[in-house]
């Protein structure tokens, strides 16, 4: 197994924390080997210096797109946090559909991983709304900075295990079998979900209409305090006047930094 000495950590460090905001202390060195190890050996590599050269010099841009995809934690499962959902619908919907004039329903999933909260969104969207839904435009924008999760959550597909959160009737009515193992999200689900990959720390979010609602839900646990303030003050210039923020619950917003009001654990509103 290679070793990793602290000089050769702190550039690995570093060079994540300037380019995707990823915050990895001292005790993650670990981590950073246990991910890295097959790779180093697969390219015959005898050094995390080594590696590090590489990475920088790869014009391509593949190496630092591997890096990251290796790096990044991307746990998540279907109604994860499920008191968020439960909010969304009985409050952020009915509020929405009363505000909202041109109908134009304007939702992101920022660090999406691979899938489950956007699509869990898009149901409660379509239950929601029911047979008006073809009255709105309702899709939703979800971004990660791994393109490999991103091509899971595109196509959709989950183990039949996994679906066992939802409610039966969805299971019956989102879902198609593939086989005894696993199984699709149907066609019009999938459709109502755009997939981009976006780093979350670029100096600035080129969308053309702000947002009525953001998912970003254990994402800045990774990120250093600076860095998720600045993150945190984006989302509320990226959000309309009464727009919702929904993060993770072992995440806050320090209220000292931000315009954000306390709505409930882990939900701010910015103001009307």
């Not at 597909?157 to 999200?185: C, G, M, T």
């Amino acid at each position: 197994m290679l070793a990793i000495t602290d000089k050769e950590f702190t550039q690995l460090a570093s060079y994540i924390k300037l380019n995707y905001g990823i915050h990895l202390p001292e005790h993650k060195k670990t981590l950073v080997v246990g991910r890295l190890q097959n790779l180093l050996l697969r390219d015959k590599l005898s050094s995390f210096s080594e590696y590090y050269d590489q990475v920088i010099n790869d014009k391509t841009g593949k190496s630092a797109n591997l890096l990251v995809n290796l790096i990044t934690t991307n746990h998540t499962f279907f109604m994860r946090e499920s008191d968020h959902f439960v909010y969304f619908k009985e409050k952020v919907l009915p509020y929405l559909s009363r505000v909202v004039q041109d109908r134009d329903l304007r939702i992101w999933s920022a660090g999406c991983s691979s899938g489950e909260e956007p699509y869990t969104v898009a149901m409660f969207l379509d239950e929601y709304f029911g047979a008006n839904k073809k009255l709105w435009d309702t899709k939703i924008l979800a971004t990660d900075i791994s393109s490999k999760v991103l091509e899971t959550a595109q196509k959709g597909i989950y183990s039949n295990e996994a679906l066992l959160l939802l409610p039966k009737h969805w299971q019956a009515n989102y879902f198609e079998k593939i086989d005894d193992e696993s199984s699709r999200v149907v066609a019009s689900i999938r459709q109502e979900i755009i997939f981009r990959k976006f780093n979350l720390i670029n100096p600035v979010f080129p969308f053309k209409k702000k947002f009525h609602v953001i998912f970003c839900r254990n994402v800045m646990i990774y990120f250093d305090a600076q860095t998720k303030n600045a993150l945190i003050n984006a989302f509320y210039a990226s959000l309309v006047n009464g727009g919702y923020l929904f993060i993770g619950h072992s995440e806050s917003v320090n209220r000292e930094m931000s315009k954000f009001q306390y709505v409930m654990p882990a939900v701010y509103r910015k103001e009307l």
